[in-house]
């Protein structure tokens, strides 16, 4: 019941193509344009596991940061009451996705990165953006596509007021990796990143934060990682010192 959708490519190399998107809203025609990748091997299944109550996101917006398994992710209640979990840290650069605002970008409900502005779709994970085109000389907007494959989402349940995640990989991917099967692979197990999440979840970052490097954000005693450890107690961030 993996929630991540999955674009393989041609084993025998890459290839280029444009699908349309299965989750258009409203009747809005949506193109996804993607270069594949050669094709992985399939992840094994990952087993379900409990992370919190319902109560805990029960209200619209309500969000809650988590270690699953050695994977940074975060859930989300959705306006509709949808309970989302996708990676934590942003694809893009290794921002602090999942405390941004909750927007509606084309029939979409979106969170925005706040270190570049990117709108991630909480329900897959894509990357919605206006098309541009050269119409008399003059870049004009001509529609919404999408980019799949970025934010890699996870499949939850909420069974009797208690809910569980299934991770959709646990593959540990390489910063260099050209060709992930989601772009925030490369991104989902660095502490260092999940700590910019942790440490502004009840806000937003400031400038100068944004300009942060991500490879090493911690400051001492500055961080507590929630996990789903069976120790409920928070863990302490070591202290990080300037080579």
Not at 101 to 127: F, Q, S, T
Not at 144 to 154: D, F, G, L, P, Y
């Amino acid at each position: 019941p993996c929630a991540c959708t999955i674009s393989m490519g041609n084993a025998a190399g890459a290839s280029r193509r444009t699908s349309t998107h299965r989750n258009s809203v409203g009747g809005a025609s949506t193109h996804a344009v993607q270069n594949e990748a050669p094709r992985r091997r399939k992840p094994k299944s990952s087993p379900w596991v409990h992370v919190c109550t319902s109560a805990e996101v029960a209200a619209p917006g309500a969000r809650k940061h988590l270690e699953v398994r050695g994977r940074y992710v975060s859930l989300i209640r959705g306006k509709d009451g949808t309970l989302h979990c996708l990676d934590a840290v942003c694809y893009h650069f290794g921002g602090p996705l999942t405390i941004g605002d909750i927007e509606d970008v084309n029939g979409w409900e979106c969170v925005r990165c706040p270190y570049h502005d990117y709108p991630v779709r909480l329900a897959d994970g894509a990357k919605p953006y206006k098309h541009m085109d050269f119409e008399g000389g003059k870049l004009v907007p001509v529609g919404w596509e999408v980019s799949e494959n970025r934010q890699r989402v996870h499949s939850v349940e909420e069974r009797d007021g208690e809910v569980h995640v299934q991770l959709s990989s646990e593959e540990r991917v390489d910063r260099n990796d050209e060709h992930p099967d989601c772009q925030s692979d490369k991104w989902a197990y660095n502490g260092d990143a999940f700590g910019n999440v942790i440490k502004h979840r009840s806000g937003q970052p400031k400038a100068a934060d944004r300009k942060m490097k991500v490879e090493n954000p911690l400051k001492a005693g500055a961080l507590a990682l929630e996990s789903t450890d069976s120790d409920p107690k928070p863990k302490a961030a070591k202290p990080r010192h300037p080579k």
